[in-house]
């Protein structure tokens, strides 16, 4: 079994040292799934910031969801000093491979001057043409943002 296996099953005690193991080993996949562990106490003890060390490790790998979730734990201050200039980053990194919950992040950011200077055109964009998104989710945003 590896941590992949492990993780699918749910079975957290096995994937604990699993993941570990191959995480240490630079494997990109275990650092995320290693670090969603310690994020919400899953097999091991809950650890904010141990999560943070492992997003980090696993965004230096390619991880574009480890950049999505180091903008939330920037943004709530999760882990790590609160930091809306590196959430933002981290979220236009992700929004940028195409995540559509970050790419709504980042035009949240732009819209509010969070971590950014204010650009209401910009978020704008962002909010209603994520990157790889469906027409049907853009125009659903649209309605969400529409007054």
Not at 74 to 89: H, L, N, P, T, V
Not at 94 to 117: F, K, P, T
Request: aromatic content about 6%; glycine content about 12%.
């Amino acid at each position: 079994m590896n941590c992949a296996k492990a993780a699918a099953r749910t079975d957290w005690s096995a994937a604990a040292g699993l993941c570990q193991k191959e995480a240490e080993g630079g494997d990109v996949a275990a650092q995320r799934t290693l670090a969603m562990m310690y994020d919400e106490g899953r097999g091991v003890g809950q650890d904010k910031a141990l999560a943070v060390t492992w997003y980090s490790r696993a965004a230096l790998g390619g991880d574009h969801r480890a950049n999505e979730r180091l903008g939330y734990m920037y943004r709530d201050g999760a882990g790590i000093k609160r930091d809306e200039k590196q959430s933002a980053q981290f979220f236009k990194r992700a929004a940028d491979a195409g995540l559509n919950l970050s790419a709504l992040e980042y035009g949240v950011a732009l819209d509010e001057g969070r971590g950014v200077s204010r650009n209401d055109a910009e978020g704008e964009t962002e909010y209603r043409s994520p990157p790889g998104s469906s027409a049907g989710l853009a125009r659903g945003l649209d309605r969400m943002l529409t007054p």
